[in-house]
């Protein structure tokens, strides 16, 4: 295969990582059905899945799923609970091994990571070569396999890693990508949770292809950003790069719920007060940035983080918003129960050298609206008035795992 590539970015996951971590300390297990998790306790057990084996898959036992429900499934299975300082161990050899390939890592959890390896082709002679040997020294140094997925953008590699697990390599050159994506049904998009593919199925709209080919006027008009935004992924237009870590200039506020949660409505509602804040700092700091982050840790105290990087920078609470709910619908729906959410802002600039002449008139009238808000509740305090979004604060849905 022979191609022009003018960014070599991959994404690396781990397979079934908790569970094949806990094959390679229990070798007679291989091959049989490990679930990691909750106990189950003869199928009346609480709790959920954190991890399943292959073999374990084929009985529909994954991830997230009621520790009750999986034991109805697979009753024969090899139940045991997580080992997290142990799981920590293997994720830091997993690491140590990509940052021997690129110093440019990007982690997204304990088990998974971009590389951005632009410029580096020549030290490895082909991008098959490549991925080949990072697979290799993964096992070397772990013991584990890991499914590889490489492409010009972060969007394309994510879904080429997933395809052909586990132990999987797929390659997507420049010139392959939309005939790559076109084949795919919408729901493999970076973003496109289950509401968002409900609504799309209206339209008519069921694979990439047909997503690439609708107006993107039209969706914009009827998703608002998410529609640029899917309409973007549908193009393979993905720009954003590999950040090795978090600007040192940030702010950020989470929370952790006194309840675990898989309320979609009440997690939503959670992130729009916490862009509240932290674009209220950001405001009365005179700052704004360019990088939305989200964190989410789940009830098997799994973290994940998620960035997106705007055109221009902001301190909206509307902007850092909407970006957040972008990111958010990749987790959509929550599946598992939530334990903690975060929003963050970074890439920071002092907002006395921006060039507000960029801004739209629109974008100054929230702009001076905010600053208002922004000095009521400075004056009488935080809860004297706030965005609609934001009140009232509920109490999450109490839902049956």
């Known amino acids: 295969m ?5 960014r070599i970015i991959i994404h690396v996951d781990m397979d079934a990582f908790f569970a094949s971590v806990e094959e390679l300390l229990n070798p007679e297990w291989r091959g049989k059905a490990v679930i990691v998790g ?56 997993f690491f140590q091994v990509l940052h021997t390939f690129s110093p440019l890592v990007e982690d997204l959890s304990i088990d998974e990571a971009f590389l951005d390896m632009s410029g580096s082709l020549h030290l490895f002679g082909t991008v098959e070569e490549l991925g080949k040997r990072l697979k290799e020294e993964i096992f070397n140094q772990t013991g584990l396999k890991a499914s590889v997925g490489i492409a010009p953008v972060k969007s394309v590699a994510k879904i080429a ?62 998703f608002g950003k ?40 009440f997690v939503r509602q959670t992130i729009f007060t916490l862009s509240e804040k932290v674009g209220g700092r950001l405001r009365r700091s005179h700052f704004r940035g360019r990088t939305v982050q989200l964190k989410i840790r789940f009830s098997d105290f799994k973290t994940h983080t998620r960035s997106y990087t705007l055109q221009e920078s902001t301190h909206l609470t509307e902007d850092i918003f909407q970006t957040v709910e972008i990111l958010l619908a990749e987790f959509l729906p929550l599946e598992q129960y939530v334990r903690l959410v975060g929003v963050g802002v970074s890439s920071l600039k002092n907002e006395a050298g921006a060039q507000l002449s960029i801004w739209d008139a629109d974008n100054q009238k929230k702009l001076k609206m905010e600053k208002i808000l922004d000095a009521l ?13 934001s009140l009232p604060f509920r109490s999450p849905k109490k839902k049956n795992p």
């Open 2 to 6: 022979s191609s022009a590539w003018s």
């Open 38 to 93: 909750a106990d189950p306790d003869g199928g009346r057990g609480r709790g959920v899945v954190s991890a399943a084996s292959y073999e374990a898959r084929k009985f529909g036992v994954h991830s997230a799923m009621p520790i009750s429900q999986a034991y109805r499934l697979c009753p024969q299975g090899i139940y045991v609970r997580p080992h997290g300082h142990v799981y920590s161990d293997y994720s830091k050899r």
């Open 161 to 222: 890693s997933d395809l052909n697990k586990p132990d999987g390599l797929t390659i997507v050159p420049s010139e392959a990508v939309q005939s790559f994506l076109d084949e795919l049904p919408v729901t493999r998009l970076w973003g496109i949770g289950k509401k968002t593919s409900v609504q799309l199925q209206k339209l008519g709209i069921h694979t990439v292809l047909e997503l690439r080919r609708y107006p993107r006027d039209i969706l914009e008009k009827k």
């Open 226 to 265: 998410m529609g640029i935004h899917i309409h973007k992924m549908a193009l393979g237009e993905d720009s954003r790069p590999v950040s090795p870590e978090e600007e040192v200039k940030s702010v950020s506020n989470e929370v952790t719920f006194e309840e675990d949660t898989n309320d979609a409505d």
């Open 377 to 389: 509740q400075d004056k009488f305090g935080s809860n004297i008035i706030r965005h609609a979004e």
